[in-house]
């Protein structure tokens, strides 16, 4: 990088504060956190996005568990300033006027990152144009398809027109920015002097290029028919590279974002290790995944760092030294902490949640490969064992409002919380958010996940909880096969090394087995020692899963080569 410039970090979500739904889960967690982290540091980035005027979606659940949609009515002019700067891009041949709203995200030592939100809502739009940014995650394949030519290309054009000269290195978080490779082709093409990109265009650009990729899932990767590119792009912009991004008659997103980058990334060990057999072409690395600690921190939990582990904020190693904090000390932030949960979870189900029974907490996006119902697979097993030691168990979570079968999961998390009772107390919130999410991480005793491995990419919840000293009980996958140290950090469900399998009734039964055998005694018999578990998740977790570690990686891998 030379002095001045910027990395300029594209992502279809950001997770900026609370009361700014232009985030759905932890892509844009995970993006908010980075640049708050490069804003702590004063890495130069900026933060591109849309500025999704209708938010994800409010969620509502009925008595019976069934999920239904609102959108979201949010005050722009609260939280964002509008900018003069006008870019456009064209849509099947119509010109579409693009807007950027800002934010700052100002970090501790006072340097600040500006996020430029694209907004398409204005005048002289045609109509449906104007819709584009005003949901994220909604509408069909060609919706998509028209908010990514948005963010991608636009993002581009507004970041020239607004004066950004000097864009060194272009992140692009997921695929759905990728389109922007298409505007840096054709610049690059017009750089040596030829209108058509050709094959070594994309190698001068490759330098330029990052891209991180979030999922092994094939339904996260973005993929568009290419009659339907075709004509939402205009031909002619990328056929000499045709075969490099079109598999089955589709255009690639994954493909055109790997095929430019020069660092490719998966977010955890082992997702890399699946990203390099998907994607066998090309290299893949890792650095995985982290949380902004003062983000996450619980305000008890920030007031212990402060008395026992100087400048923790930008100096996220320091961590270490939790492990000589008394554990009374440990103890009582954590309960603070939990009290304020208890008293939230009282309010909304009216449950009498008590602050001395063994808590658990589970918390993510309804959908079927992350098993929410795992816990619940031998009712009879879970109720004798909480009648012996007493657990109550608190959720959340929305699924996309087209996937069926996630809806049906928080139904099924309904029906197991009337078969159980009172035998084990059991809460669905609603509007899993970044103001229910800090509340539920820092409050609960033991964090739950139980993807189906390995399609769990990294999964950062757990370290939001590990930096409150709340320790996971977790399938190994994900970044929990590197944080995981059995009773030291938290525990496994099921064996390390075990091939990617869905047997659930032998995981269902290792969970039954850890809670009844380990985890509880534990809790209930030898409160010190529980204590000290927890301890150790601050000091060896939070102490590495956090996104100043991650970002530094990036900086020295990606970003400076
Ligand atoms: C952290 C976070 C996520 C992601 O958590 P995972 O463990 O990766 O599923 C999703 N949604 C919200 C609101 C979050 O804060």
């Not at 000293?469 to 399938?475: A, C, N, R």
């Not at 290792?510 to 005694?521: F, T």
Request: proline letters at 5%; aromatic letters at 10%; charged letters at 25%.
């Amino acid at each position: 990088m030379s002095p001045g410039a910027y990395i300029a970090y594209f992502s279809m979500e950001i997770g900026l504060a609370p009361g700014v739904p232009t985030y759905a889960g932890g892509l844009g967690m995970l993006a908010g956190d980075t640049l708050r982290t490069a804003a702590d540091l004063g890495v130069p980035m900026v933060g591109v996005s849309l500025v999704h005027r209708k938010g994800y979606f409010h969620q509502r659940v009925d008595p019976t568990g069934w999920q239904t949609e609102e959108p979201v009515a949010w005050s722009l002019d609260d939280h964002l300033t509008e900018l003069p700067a006008r870019a456009s891009v064209e849509i099947e041949g119509r010109p579409v006027q693009i807007r950027a709203w800002r934010y700052d995200i100002r970090g501790t030592g006072g340097a600040s990152v500006p996020v430029f939100l694209l907004d398409t809502d204005l005048d002289g739009n045609a109509a449906a144009d104007r819709l584009l940014t005003h949901f994220l995650y909604g509408g069909d394949s060609h919706y998509r398809l028209c908010q990514e030519i948005v963010l991608g290309i636009g993002g581009a054009r507004m970041l020239d027109a607004l004066g950004y000269a000097d864009i060194d290195r272009y992140h692009m978080n997921e695929g759905h920015a990728a389109l922007l490779v298409l505007e840096l082709l054709k610049r690059q093409a017009r750089a040596n002097g030829h209108e058509r990109p050709r094959p070594e265009d994309i190698e001068a650009l490759r330098p330029r290029c990052v891209f991180t990729t979030h999922t092994p899932v094939p339904a996260g990767h973005d993929q568009f028919p290419l009659a339907m590119a075709e004509k939402a792009l205009g031909a002619g912009m990328y056929v000499c590279l045709l075969d490099e991004f079109c598999y089955e008659q589709k255009l690639n997103l994954t493909y055109l974002a790997l095929a430019a980058s020069h660092y490719v990334n998966g977010v955890a060990k082992k997702h890399g290790e699946v990203a390099r057999h998907l994607y066998a072409k090309y290299r893949v690395e890792s650095i995985t995944n982290g949380v902004h600690v003062a983000t996450w921190a619980s305000e008890p939990m920030r007031a212990l760092f402060d008395r026992h582990v100087p400048d923790w904020r930008t100096d996220n190693p320091g961590l270490r030294y939790a492990i000589g904090v008394p554990l009374g000390e440990i103890r009582e932030a954590h309960r603070a902490a939990k009290r304020e949960l208890l008293a939230y979870v009282n309010h909304v189900t009216n449950k009498g949640f008590d602050l001395d029974v063994f808590t658990i907490g589970y918390a993510r996006r309804a959908t079927a490969y992350k098993r929410p119902t795992l816990v619940f697979r031998d009712i009879e097993r879970l109720r004798g064992i909480a009648r012996r030691r007493a657990v109550q168990l608190v959720f959340a979570g929305k699924a996309h409002p087209h996937d069926l079968p996630g809806k049906e999961l928080i139904q099924e998390v309904h029906r197991a919380m009337g078969l159980l009772d009172t035998d084990v107390k059991i809460a669905f919130l609603p509007e899993y958010d970044m103001t229910l999410a800090r509340l539920l991480v820092a409050g609960t005793d033991l964090w739950l996940n139980t993807p189906q491995p390995p399609l769990e990419a990294s999964g950062t919840s757990g370290m939001k909880a590990a930096v409150n000293g709340v320790p996971s009980l977790s399938v190994l996958d994900g970044w929990w096969i590197e944080g995981w140290i059995e009773g030291v950090t938290g525990w496994a469900i099921g064996e390390p090394g075990a091939a990617a399998s869905d047997d659930r009734a032998a995981e269902a039964a290792s969970l039954y087995d850890k809670l009844e055998r380990v985890i509880l005694p534990l809790y209930y018999d030898e409160p010190d020692r529980y204590v000290d578990v927890m301890r150790r998740a601050i000091a060896l977790n939070g102490s590495f899963f956090n996104t100043e570690r991650m970002l530094n990686q990036y900086v020295t891998r990606a970003y400076f080569r």
